[in-house]
């Protein structure tokens, strides 16, 4: 198979995008079969180790520019936690960048800075990854940073103070005074019952104004050992030495035991839930969840398809149907993330002044009804697999973009090479696939309502149109 560079890779996927079954032999007769459509023939040169102390490293060369990325995913979330000490991986996101044995606090970013690079972090359910952008001659920073706070995290018991403040500010912004970031904790909260999935990554106040010191230091010595860790580096780099120089700076840190994979305990949905969230607003603005399966599962996919024909741009269903049609919506969408556990797909919608979550609801239960009785037009199908594909492969024109691909598949998928097939899947999805999927999970028993309730400043609730 030919290798193609990152750039090569990308301008020749962004061509098949925007041209469906370019090439494909046209039909002749009205009664031959059109062509399947090419593969994608999708593929990166990677180089795959894994170190004596079971850190894994996967490494792609691209000579285009002279810069890296560097890319730590740490294989915990916020479903590794517990009661009592949620948040605490978030936690860890921010005390990564707060003083390790031979870099004093607030020193990580100006070293990085000061040789011209940039880091950045997030937190999720199922990862914690970290990134350096910087030159290609400049390795040798991130490499000493990143394995010196593995290797020897402070926690200084004033920088710990200092950083919890700000985790509970973060909280306080994200989710306590926005109405979506409430709806969606709720929703979560509600959807499972035993499901890690049902805190939220930020973690519960009262879980943050608690975690000590001592569960800081256990969860660091668990969870950020090197093997439980994927190195990913991106750009320009010769492998053998790039290779060398991890071995150097990362192999001699010990090994841990793994933790124990978090118990998938959740029951069976029996029946639909909900759950009301009262806050002073105009619009009344409501999520739903579905229960949806992970992302190994063979029907992601087609979800994935479904939710760019419902919530992907103006001319997709809820937002025609909400916005356009009945304008009782200010805008709709859907959200569908590929996780290590069964998930939930979401809906979404915030409604102009004076409409009701009901007349809401019955306008997003007709929208899906439809598509599970007729399934997708061929033109809703094709235009579906475009967007997604083309999204895909805007994601692979950076260093940084190649990494986060590569350590993700990595992760949720347990081999970087799945990554390699997400466009021939998508493109397989057929419109009977949609049509089998819709009915399998947009099914009312199987989904969680969180609904904001308008209140004046008063907590009088405004009235709303039926």
Request: with cysteine; hydrophobic share 40%.
């Amino acid at each position: 198979m030919r290798i193609l560079s990152t750039a090569a890779l990308a301008a020749a996927l962004a061509l098949t995008a925007a041209i469906p079954n370019a090439g494909a032999a046209k039909p002749k007769g009205g009664g031959a079969a059109p062509a399947p459509p090419p593969s994608s023939s999708l593929e990166l040169k990677v180089v795959r180790d894994t170190l004596a102390n079971g850190l894994v490293i996967l490494l792609h060369e691209d000579h285009s520019v002279p810069a890296v990325t560097f890319w730590q995913w740490y294989r915990v979330g916020s479903r590794n936690e517990y009661p009592g000490i949620t948040g605490i991986s978030h936690y860890f996101e921010h005390m990564m960048f707060n003083g390790s044995k031979h870099v004093p606090p607030k020193e990580y970013d100006r070293i990085l800075e000061s040789n011209g690079g940039y880091s950045n972090a997030f937190t999720d359910r199922d990862m914690t990854a970290y990134y350096e952008d910087l030159a290609s001659d400049r390795l040798g920073v991130a490499l000493f940073l990143d394995s010196d706070r593995m290797a020897a995290l402070s926690l200084l018991p004033e920088q710990l103070a200092s950083e919890i403040g700000v985790v509970k500010e973060e909280r306080r912004l994200r989710t306590d005074n926005d109405i979506f970031g409430m709806l969606d904790e709720q929703l979560w909260a509600t959807a499972f019952n035993a499901s890690t999935y049902r805190w939220p990554v930020v973690g519960w106040m009262g879980d943050l104004e608690r975690i000590t010191r001592e569960d800081m230091v256990e969860y660091f010595r668990v969870h950020y050992a090197p093997d439980n860790c994927i190195l990913v580096l991106v750009g320009d780099f010769q492998a053998a030495a790039a290779l060398d120089s991890i071995r150097a700076y990362f192999g001699p840190i010990p090994r841990q035991p793994r933790p124990p994979e978090p118990p998938d305990s959740e029951p069976a949905q029996r029946g639909e839930r909900r759950v009301a969230v009262h806050y002073p607003a105009q619009n009344v603005t409501f999520m739903i969840g579905y229960k949806a399966p992970a992302a190994r599962d063979p029907d992601l996919p087609a979800l994935q398809v479904l939710g760019s024909i419902l919530g992907d741009g103006e001319s997709s269903r809820l937002h025609q149907a909400l916005v356009y049609d009945k304008q009782i919506a200010l805008f709709a969408g859907t959200d569908l993330q590929g996780s290590l556990e069964p998930t939930l797909f979401q809906v979404y919608a915030q409604l102009k002044p004076g409409q009701s979550a009901a007349a809401g609801l019955a306008a997003v239960d007709e929208v899906l009804d439809r598509l599970v009785r007729e399934g997708p037009t061929a033109r809703e199908l094709q235009k579906a697999k475009n967007l997604l594909e083309a999204g895909y492969v805007r994601s692979l024109k950076t260093n940084n973009g190649v990494g986060q691909r590569l350590g993700y598949y990595e992760h949720v998928y347990g081999d970087y090479h799945a990554m390699f097939e997400v466009v021939d899947r998508y493109r397989a999805v057929t419109a009977e696939d949609c049509r089998r999927v819709a009915k399998k999970y947009f099914d009312p028993l199987q989904r969680t309502v969180s609904e904001l309730v308008p209140e004046s400043d008063s907590g009088a609730a405004p009235s709303a149109a039926p």
